[in-house]
Structures are given as structure tokens and as C-alpha cells.
């Protein structure tokens, strides 16, 4: 089996729209979040849904692997609604957000289910997606409500 595995680096914010869609219904638990204050980098181990592989055809098998999203040059990281003493604690992804601030620094927004939300205040966006050992398959795909009711 020829498996393509994802390796991503972003650098603008566009770049940040594409990890995004990457990452995008990954799943992960509060304790597979780091915040590495000395070296100022930010990871969050995520187990991500592979919708480039959906996407080749309709007859694909949905498969999910691990992905680590790192964050370098962090200068701060704060969370709403995340209770960091569960770190058994599942947590959806549903987007990431970034504007470029005043003081010319970054404010990125990593935005899960359930409003809860961690902000990383960083010099620039220097970021990175890899994914980790092997794909497996999974029965559920993701699917989005477009109204709700």
C-alpha cells in the first residue's frame, strides 16, 4: 500500500486555512496538549480524519491517523472552556482562526466543539503538521449539519 503521509508547514496565514481543513473534525484529549513555555513551542497530538484520502473516490475506506500540530516562537497560550485536570477529556476540532495584531505579532485561535476555544499569542506563525505512525480504518465519517434546526 503506497501511503502518502501528511507533512505541512505554515507560515502565513492562508498556510494556517490549510492546516485547517487538514485538521478539521481530528479528534484529541486535553492531555495530549503541551505547552513547552521554556521552549516556547505549543503541541497538541491529534487523531485526524484523512479526507484527502476520502476525497480520491467513493469507494475509499475512511481511515484516521495521528498527527502532531506544533506551534514555535509562542509567546502565550490561554483556553476557554478546557478543563485541564481531565486529560481524558475528548475535544473535536473544528477550525483554526489567526489575525495578525497590532504589535505585529499573531493571535491563532484553535476553535473546538462545545465553544471551547485555546488562543496562542506567537511572534509569527510558525507551524507545522505531521502525521505519525499508520493509518487505520474507522466505520464513522464526519458529516455537518448545514441548518440547524
Known sequence: MNIKFLKLSAKTQDDLKVMSAHLQDSITQSGNIVHLIRNRIFLIQFNRFMWEDVEKGVFRKNKRILSVLKFENVLSVYSKKLD???????LDFLAIESKLLSDKSYEIILHFAGDKQIKINSEVIDCFLDDQGEPWETKNKPKHDIFDE
Open 84 to 90: 485541564q485536570n481531565k486529560p481524558d477529556h475528548f
